[in-house]
């Protein structure tokens, strides 16, 4: 006869409370992933917000902003400075260079002045006996300047060509070449600088040739100088 002791059905339920144990921890262990990974999800997402969030300017103390060079102004229309590098060479103001012819014909007795030297308006370059009344004139200069050009000597006669050339040295403009890409950017009135040697001077545009020159096909410009009294400036000078 067999036996069966008491508490025999025993054995299922412990296999059951196991079974529930093993359960139970592993919903702990899912609990604990999925709370790391919404943490990181969270944390995550708070960062993102918060490179959204950064503004894309930057805020300078107004104090500040004069000691970084940096200057406020109201926006508005106004010029927009363009400049263009040319070269050329120095010359007188045409406006003040005379060419000095005898009144009227005759042989030319004295010469007075050479050149290089300088004169004063109405001062003597020549003496010329007139041909009909046998008198003698003096052939004065219209300019102050100096004496550029002199194409008389003592015994020749004077008659329509040119005795002399006078100019003012001092009224010097740079005669500039500007060519096909720099013409538009020309204009009369424009301000401008020339280096002369290690100086600078200042000065304006004072006439822009209508025609191109046939040789250079380039435009030719000119600037009136403001050059200073001690400066060692000379026309034709490059």
């Given at each position: 006869?067999?036996?069966?002791?008491?508490?025999?059905?025993?054995?299922?339920?412990?296999g059951a409370a196991a079974a529930k144990?093993?359960?139970?921890?592993?919903?702990?262990?899912?609990?604990?992933?999925?709370?790391?990974?919404?943490?990181?999800?969270?944390?995550?997402?708070?960062?993102?917000?918060?490179?959204?969030?950064?503004?894309?300017?930057?805020?300078?103390?107004?104090?500040?902003?004069?000691?970084?060079?940096?200057?406020?102004?109201?926006?508005?229309?106004?010029?927009?400075?363009?400049?263009?590098?040319?070269?050329?060479?120095?010359?007188?103001?045409?406006?003040?260079?005379?060419?000095?012819?005898?009144?009227?014909?005759?042989?030319?007795?004295?010469?007075?002045?050479?050149?290089?030297?300088?004169?004063?308006?109405?001062?003597?370059?020549?003496?010329?006996?007139?041909?009909?009344?046998?008198?003698?004139?003096?052939?004065?200069?219209?300019?102050?300047?100096?004496?550029?050009?002199?194409?008389?000597?003592?015994?020749?006669?004077?008659?329509?060509?040119?005795?002399?050339?006078?100019?003012?040295?001092?009224?010097?403009?740079?005669?500039?070449?500007?060519?096909?890409?720099?013409?538009?950017?020309?204009?009369?009135?424009?301000?401008?600088?020339?280096?002369?040697?290690?100086?600078?001077v200042d000065g304006r545009v004072v006439?822009?040739?209508?025609?191109?020159?046939?040789?250079?096909?380039?435009?030719?410009?000119?600037?009136?100088?403001?050059?200073?009294?001690?400066?060692?400036?000379?026309?034709?000078?490059?």
């Open positions: 006869t067999g036996l069966v002791a008491c508490g025999a059905s025993p054995p299922p339920a412990a144990a093993e359960s139970k921890a592993g919903a702990e262990q899912h609990s604990e992933a999925d709370g790391h990974d919404h943490g990181a999800e969270s944390e995550e997402g708070h960062e993102h917000e918060h490179e959204e969030g950064e503004p894309d300017f930057a805020k300078i103390d107004p104090a500040r902003a004069p000691e970084l060079g940096i200057q406020v102004a109201k926006a508005a229309a106004g010029p927009i400075d363009e400049s263009v590098l040319l070269t050329g060479r120095l010359i007188i103001d045409p406006r003040r260079v005379a060419l000095v012819r005898a009144r009227f014909p005759g042989l030319v007795r004295e010469i007075t002045k050479e050149v290089g030297e300088p004169v004063r308006r109405g001062e003597a370059l020549a003496r010329v006996e007139s041909n009909e009344s046998l008198t003698v004139y003096s052939v004065p200069a219209p300019l102050d300047g100096v004496v550029l050009v002199r194409n008389t000597n003592v015994g020749d006669v004077a008659g329509s060509d040119p005795l002399f050339q006078v100019g003012d040295v001092r009224a010097l403009q740079a005669e500039l070449q500007a060519f096909t890409a720099t013409r538009a950017l020309l204009r009369v009135g424009a301000a401008a600088r020339i280096s002369i040697g290690e100086q600078q006439s822009v040739a209508p025609e191109l020159e046939g040789r250079t096909q380039a435009r030719r410009v000119r600037v009136a100088l403001q050059v200073p009294a001690d400066s060692a400036a000379v026309p034709g000078q490059f």
